[in-house]
């Protein structure tokens, strides 16, 4: 299983997270609160999100993917997860950027997002 908390093999320009940062856990949640409209699993358990980079200023970038690069929503995502994570009590920005390298692979998924899709 891939997690969001560790680099992706074969991505070396994507740092790991902070997952040591006070703030890690409830941007997380915040994350865990978008869905692809597409397949009813949240954006985190589905691999989409490659880190989570939270400075000593409170400043979140998030390095993401989507399920494919025509994805339908690929324009209005990055805003989503901005409004899902900007109100986390101490954030003080968020900025969201699109990569596809790795692309993203169902193999990328959580186990519970596995399950939630019958794949286990």
């Known amino acids: 299983m891939t997690n969001a ?3 992706l093999e074969g991505a070396p320009l ?32 589905l691999g989409l999100i490659y880190t989570i980079d939270i400075s000593e200023e ?7 993917t989507l399920t494919a690069p025509g994805c339908p929503v690929a324009g209005e995502m ?3 997860i901005v409004d899902a994570v900007e109100p986390v009590a101490g954030i003080k920005s968020v900025d969201i950027d699109l990569t596809f390298e790795p692309p993203w692979g169902m193999e990328m998924m959580s186990d519970e997002a596995r399950l939630e899709l019958g794949f286990m």
């Open 5 to 7: 908390s560790q680099p």
């Open 14 to 45: 994507i740092a790991p997270s902070t997952v040591s940062h006070s703030l890690y856990e409830p941007v997380v949640e915040a994350i865990r609160t978008v869905y692809d409209p597409e397949i009813p699993v949240n954006i985190y358990e």
């Open 58 to 64: 409170n400043d979140v970038k998030i390095i993401m």
């Open 78 to 80: 990055p805003g989503w």
